[in-house]
Structure formats: structure tokens, C-alpha cells
């Protein structure tokens, strides 16, 4: 019901606020909206704070499969969790409240977790972490991005995985 309601819309303001009001419609119908929420920011507060914790734990699997081998295949794990969800990540990212803006969250697991793992794994970078960690952050929410807006594309996942492993490995002395 959700995905038809903004299914071929923008995710404009306007289309994140109507699906705020979707999210406590659901709610106020079940009559249990207050018992659970105090109102709608309380509701978006804790859908960002539950997808940015999915997206954590995803990505930090995603840096402990370097030691395996299998980036590609996380990688690739990741863009599908994307895809399942997309109605609702795409509009969560388009709502921008100082206290649940999901994109910066993500933008913040994307860099935090980078920096941490390149200080732990780089001995004697050429190029500081914290510019390596911006530039992963910034393709992966790219990918991100162009996901939720085309779909799985093979051909960009490989060309983000050969950035990320470009940088991630080669920067270093």
C-alpha cells in the first residue's frame, strides 16, 4: 500500500511529509500511535535511528569481509537490502529534520567506519585518512543513491567495489 501511495513520485518534501502522515495514519488507525510514539518527529526519529542501525551492521560487515576476500559479494548483499527497501530509504533520505536526518547518518557510518578501519589497517598512508574516508563516503552514497534510483546495476557496483578497493588499499606506502 505504502509503495503505491509514492511509487513514480519524486520524494519531494511534500511526498516525505505524506509519508510521515502514511506512518501515523497506520499508527493512529491501529489506535496505538501514542502508546508508542509522541508524535510524528518521535516516529521519525525512531525510523532513522532503526535504519541507520541496519546500515551500520551492514556496514561494518562489510569492512570485516576485506579480511575474507569477499567485498564484492557484501557489497553486492548491501545493494540488494537497498533495493527491498527503497520506497522507504529513498524517503527517509529526502527528509531533513536537524534531529532524524537519515542521510547524515548514513554519511557518519559511511566516514566513521572508513576512518577506523584505515587507521587500524594503513601504517603509512601517501594521502591522509580522513580525505580517503570522505572520498569512500562520498561513492558509496553515490552508489546508494543511484541504486535506489535505477535498481541493481551490476556495472556500477563493480565500478564502485573497484574505487573503494583503488583507495583502500593502494594509498599506502
Request: hydrophobic share 40%.
Amino acid at each position: 500500500m505504502l509503495q503505491g501511495h509514492l511509487k513514480g513520485r519524486g520524494f519531494t518534501q511534500q511526498q516525505a511529509k505524506r509519508f510521515l502522515t502514511y506512518e501515523i495514519e497506520r499508527y493512529v488507525r491501529q489506535s496505538t500511535f501514542y502508546s508508542h510514539f509522541i508524535d510524528k518527529y518521535d516516529l521519525l526519529e525512531k525510523l532513522v535511528q532503526q535504519h541507520a542501525a541496519s546500515f551500520e551492521q551492514e556496514i561494518l560487515r562489510r569492512f570485516d569481509s576485506m579480511k575474507q576476500g569477499n567485498v564484492a559479494e557484501v557489497i553486492e548483499m548491501i545493494v540488494e537490502q537497498t533495493v527491498k527497501q527503497n520506497t522507504v530509504i529513498s524517503t527517509l533520505l529526502n527528509v531533513h529534520v536537524p534531529s532524524a536526518d537519515l542521510h547524515v547518518e548514513f554519511e557518519k557510518i559511511l566516514y566513521q567506519t572508513c576512518l577506523s578501519f584505515l587507521g587500524k589497517e594503513l601504517t603509512a598512508p601517501a594521502v591522509s585518512i580522513e580525505y580517503l574516508a570522505g572520498v569512500y563516503a562520498a561513492n558509496a552514497m553515490v552508489l546508494l543513491h543511484w541504486t535506489l534510483q535505477h535498481g541493481k546495476d551490476e556495472h556500477a557496483i563493480d565500478l564502485a567495489y573497484q574505487m573503494q578497493k583503488l583507495f583502500l588499499t593502494e594509498f599506502h606506502k
